[in-house]
């Protein structure tokens, strides 16, 4: 690797809303790169010959390819070649973890920072959507063939905006009344407008993809139906939305949500906007019980909808957390306090059955457990309670056995998700394959794309030369 030009040290942070302010508002919190600052941070990338940061992304984005036209001022140029790769860059520029993928790769970062290239990917989308022609990318002539996509999340987008372009008839599946997965209910408006998952959507639907929308497979129609009905194929993208609890006393009592129900009648059914009456208890003194990104959205939504005091309890210590470093940093901002080391017992009502509290005990850590994370400990006489009217449980999730369990044909591992193929996502089923979440469990937006690339490659391959 040679440096060709001396570069500046310095990355530009991006524009923000003052934590005072966006804490009582839903508009998004980054503002966005101008022309001017996203050149001088392009201007950073010093081109590696072997360019690293492309081996820490998933779908193998052309990363020092699209930067090179940012520096020179060629907008219109750097989105068409990402979207080579990724046709949800204004998706994947604000929510993927790039400081431990693309960014985390970045060689400036081993002695200083490393080039923004997530915000560098959201400026061009960003710039496209106000700027550019809408034009669509061309598409092959028609092959005959059906394809039919069950779940509108990252991995069945992905896998509908391949296939179509191929040529193929797309039908994309949602069980909501909105497309969009995980995209639309699980990730608040202030990290991800909606109105971008939108324009990501209706450009599929430029390219001639049908949407299908309240259709609940697994229960309206089976996968095994859609094959007899004329598809040639079928991909399942479902996501793993099926909530976790802690399985402790008192998770029944009024005020008390998993995150994925908090999340989504948030988001999908903005009970954060007066127009819509949407039921959700707001809350005064609000728990999150749980340390990812998820506890981060949950935590900042109820910060949002009024609440005086939000606390975050998890059982493990700041090192352990699993959110993104910015997530968590942008929580703290906006006030949400963090109870490390500690785990609720139990939850506490009246006797109207609502929440009024919750008692925790405090932890210390062990030895590694098989996630390669120290194990908590709890402590003796170290119990604690606090007042707590609603507490919101972000502990994970998994399978929905919805559809599953209507096929047997499809093979399912000890936890519940779909067997498939990690090469192709072919599962066991002849003429179905899977995707995401509902095969590896909750992960990333850009592991979920990736895993709907390399079904869609295999899909054409099969539609074309056979299983």
Not at 136 to 165: E, F, I, N, W
Not at 189 to 202: D, G
Not at 297 to 321: H, N, P, Q
Not at 411 to 434: C, P, Q, Y
Request: glycine share 10%.
């Amino acid at each position: 690797m040679q440096e060709t030009q001396k570069t500046p040290k310095d990355r530009h942070s991006m524009p923000e809303q003052p934590a005072e302010v966006r804490r009582s508002n839903f508009l998004e919190v980054p503002l966005g790169y101008t022309e001017e600052m996203a050149q001088a941070e392009a201007s950073r990338c010093i081109q590696c010959k072997i360019p690293k940061c492309m081996e820490g992304c998933p779908v193998a984005v052309p990363i020092p390819r699209f930067i090179r036209a940012i520096a020179q001022g060629q907008f219109a140029e750097g989105i068409r070649i990402i979207w080579e790769k990724n046709g949800l860059p204004a998706v994947c520029g604000r929510v993927c973890p790039q400081e431990i993928q693309c960014e985390g790769q970045c060689v400036l970062g081993k002695k200083g920072k490393p080039v923004a290239i997530g915000n560098l990917e959201r400026f061009l989308a960003d710039w496209e959507r106000a700027h550019g022609d809408g034009s669509l990318p061309a598409k092959q002539p028609p092959t005959g063939k059906r394809v039919a996509v069950v779940g509108s999340g990252p991995s069945g987008l992905t896998v509908a905006g391949d296939l179509v372009l191929k040529g193929h008839a797309v039908t994309l599946f949602e069980a909501f009344h909105k497309p969009g997965g995980v995209l639309i209910y699980g990730i608040p408006e202030f990290r991800l407008p909606k109105a971008i998952v939108e324009s990501e959507v209706n450009t599929l639907e430029k390219l001639g993809v049908e949407i299908v929308c309240n259709t609940v497979v697994g229960r309206a129609v089976d996968v095994s139906e859609l094959l007899d009905e004329g598809y040639d194929a079928v991909f399942v993208g479902v996501g793993a939305g099926l909530p976790r609890f802690l399985n402790v006393p008192g998770e029944n009592l009024i005020g008390v949500y998993s995150a994925n129900e908090y999340l989504t009648r948030a988001n999908l059914m903005k009970a954060y906007d007066p127009l819509y009456d949407t039921p959700l208890v707001p809350g005064k003194n609000v728990v999150v019980v749980g340390g990812g990104n998820v506890a981060m959205d949950s935590a900042r939504t109820a910060l949002r909808m009024g609440a005086e005091s939000v606390k975050i309890v998890y059982r493990r210590s700041r090192d352990e957390m699993p959110a993104r470093v910015e997530e968590s940093h942008h929580a703290e901002q906006e006030g949400v306090e963090f109870l490390l080391l500690s785990n609720p017992l139990r939850f506490d009502g009246n006797n109207e059955g609502r929440l009024t509290s919750v008692t925790c005990e405090k932890m210390t850590l062990g030895e590694p457990d098989a996630s390669g994370r120290r194990r908590p400990v709890p402590l003796a006489d170290a119990d604690f309670t606090m007042d707590c009217d609603l507490a919101i449980i972000a502990v994970g999730s998994g399978a929905n056995p919805l559809l599953t369990s209507s096929e047997p044909e499809i093979k399912l591992n000890r936890r519940g998700n779909i067997e498939a193929d990690s090469a192709t996502g072919k599962t066991f089923m002849r003429g179905v394959w899977a995707g995401g979440d509902i095969v590896t469990g909750a992960a990333t937006v850009i592991l979920a794309m990736g895993a709907g690339r390399k079904a869609a490659d295999s899909i054409h391959d099969y539609l074309m030369r056979g299983w």
